[in-house]
């Protein structure tokens, strides 16, 4: 039982002790701890760190701290309990009271600019403001460390009735994070990483907003004219950018790899402010014809994929023949179906394609070559 506590997937989820496992039973995932013990110095100190662990499960969620359940009183006297500096005690072990307080301090000082760009509720016109004010990475970020903090506070507080006045503006703020969190990732998101008691309280007030399909686009002449018009903002061409990586994505193409890797580095470039937004739109044109000229040519070619992916490699290195060459490649490649698990096919295979390349590239360009077509190269 103590083995498979420690298993997330596993049962039970919840452990009952009376004595013991106070050192040498480490438990990362446990968060909680109802403590209806008397119990004072060394012995409620290693209580205590049974929960502090850090832990971050499978889809990248944080245990944020832990939290330990009082039910004897030791926190109402914790100084006397501990027989420990009194400054050192405080800074590590917080009351809940404390907690209120810093919750309270944050909703009143730090939320209301947040809140003003959301007045009257959550809607489509609170959605462009609250996306237009978050278009620097700086402001995002200001945005997200505030209300993580904010969200964690609340989940180890609610429920309590100390929250009731302050619940419809927290319940704006997640909306917005949310919103905001999947109006700028590159990757696609499915939900918004909201902690268990604010997801039930988002679902049920505001999730219409959150599970609306992402906006997608046609990568075409038309929305490159468009974002060249001169009243285009910052979080259009961020969202342009983004649009296009999801694209170039999902593709399933190994040939666009390269193109979606451009597409990153125009979007950092851009978000660190190492681009202007005229600079940012006219390397995105170039990209769009790139990504125009890689799509009609593997047309004309007629290659399967693996091939056309090795050709384009070549190409882009400026290597005569790549054409016949691709071929060669492909014909050689599929000799040694095992190359990913077998090393000995690895080797047998890269020594081959060195020497078949070797002519036409020269030594040092080669090893990069190879090792981009394998890495690209679909199973």
Same mark, same amino acid.
């Given at each position: 039982?103590?083995?498979?506590?420690?298993?997330?997937?596993?049962?039970?989820?919840?452990?009952?002790?009376?004595?013991?496992?106070?050192?040498?039973?480490?438990?990362?995932?446990?968060?909680?701890?109802?403590?209806?013990?008397?119990?004072?110095?060394?012995?409620?100190?290693?209580?205590?760190?049974?929960?502090?662990?850090?832990?971050?499960?499978?889809?990248?969620?944080?245990?944020?701290?832990?939290?330990?359940?009082?039910?004897?009183?030791?926190?109402?006297?914790?100084?006397?309990?501990?027989?420990?500096?009194?400054?050192?005690?405080?800074?590590?072990?917080?009351?809940?009271?404390?907690?209120?307080?810093?919750?309270?301090?944050?909703?009143?000082?730090?939320?209301?600019?947040?809140?003003?760009?959301?007045?009257?509720?959550?809607?489509?016109?609170?959605?462009?403001?609250?996306?237009?004010?978050?278009?620097?990475?700086?402001?995002?970020?200001?945005?997200?460390?505030?209300? @993580? #903090?904010? +969200?964690? =506070? &609340?989940?180890?507080?609610?429920?309590?009735?100390?929250? *009731? $006045?302050?619940?419809?503006?927290?319940?704006?703020?997640?909306?917005?994070?949310?919103?905001?969190?999947?109006?700028?990732?590159?990757?696609?998101?499915?939900?918004?990483?909201?902690?268990?008691?604010?997801?039930?309280?988002?679902?049920?007030?505001?999730?219409?907003?959150?599970?609306?399909?992402?906006?997608?686009?046609?990568?075409?002449?038309?929305?490159?004219?468009?974002?060249?018009?001169?009243?285009?903002?910052?979080?259009?061409?961020?969202?342009?950018?983004?649009?296009?990586?999801?694209?170039?994505?999902?593709?399933?193409?190994?040939?666009?790899?390269?193109?979606?890797?451009?597409?990153?580095?125009?979007?950092?470039?851009?978000?660190?402010?190492?681009?202007?937004?005229?600079?940012?739109? @006219? #390397?995105? +044109?170039? =990209? &769009?014809?790139?990504?125009?000229?890689?799509?009609?040519? *593997? $047309?004309?070619?007629?290659?399967?994929?693996?091939?056309?992916?090795?050709?384009?490699?070549?190409?882009?290195?400026?290597?005569?023949?790549?054409?016949?060459?691709?071929?060669?490649?492909?014909?050689?490649?599929?000799?040694?179906?095992?190359?990913?698990?077998?090393?000995?096919?690895?080797?047998?295979?890269?020594?081959?394609?060195?020497?078949?390349?070797?002519?036409?590239?020269?030594?040092?360009?080669?090893?990069?070559?190879?090792?981009?077509?394998?890495?690209?190269?679909?199973?």
């Amino acid at each position: 039982m103590r083995k498979t506590f420690l298993k997330p997937d596993m049962m039970p989820k919840i452990l009952i002790v009376t004595d013991k496992l106070l050192t040498g039973y480490d438990a990362p995932l446990l968060y909680c701890m109802y403590l209806d013990k008397p119990m004072r110095d060394h012995a409620l100190l290693q209580a205590i760190a049974r929960v502090n662990r850090p832990y971050e499960d499978s889809s990248g969620k944080a245990k944020p701290c832990g939290f330990v359940l009082d039910f004897v009183g030791i926190f109402e006297r914790l100084e006397r309990a501990l027989s420990f500096d009194s400054d050192i005690v405080s800074a590590v072990i917080k009351n809940i009271e404390v907690l209120k307080g810093r919750f309270a301090a944050l909703m009143t000082d730090v939320a209301p600019k947040y809140l003003a760009l959301c007045k009257g509720g959550i809607d489509d016109k609170a959605i462009e403001r609250a996306i237009e004010a978050m278009a620097d990475k700086e402001d995002r970020k200001a945005f997200f460390d505030f209300y @993580k #903090e904010l +969200e964690m =506070l &609340y989940e180890i507080i609610s429920p309590d009735i100390f929250l *009731r $006045k302050y619940i419809d503006d927290y319940l704006k703020l997640a909306a917005m994070y949310g919103i905001i969190r999947k109006f700028f990732s590159p990757r696609p998101i499915v939900a918004p990483d909201f902690m268990r008691k604010t997801e039930s309280l988002v679902r049920e007030k505001v999730g219409a907003y959150l599970d609306a399909p992402t906006s997608t686009i046609k990568l075409n002449e038309e929305i490159i004219t468009a974002i060249k018009s001169a009243n285009t903002g910052k979080a259009k061409v961020i969202n342009l950018v983004i649009q296009i990586i999801r694209i170039l994505d999902t593709a399933g193409q190994p040939h666009l790899i390269s193109i979606k890797e451009r597409a990153e580095a125009i979007l950092e470039g851009y978000e660190n402010r190492q681009l202007t937004t005229e600079a940012a739109i @006219k #390397e995105i +044109e170039e =990209l &769009y014809r790139k990504y125009q000229n890689a799509q009609k040519e *593997r $047309k004309e070619k007629n290659f399967n994929e693996n091939t056309f992916t090795a050709y384009w490699v070549l190409k882009n290195e400026n290597i005569a023949e790549s054409e016949k060459l691709a071929a060669e490649i492909d014909a050689l490649v599929q000799k040694y179906p095992h190359y990913r698990d077998n090393a000995a096919e690895m080797r047998q295979l890269k020594a081959e394609l060195y020497k078949i390349l070797l002519p036409a590239a020269g030594k040092e360009k080669m090893v990069q070559i190879v090792r981009n077509i394998l890495e690209m190269r679909k199973a």
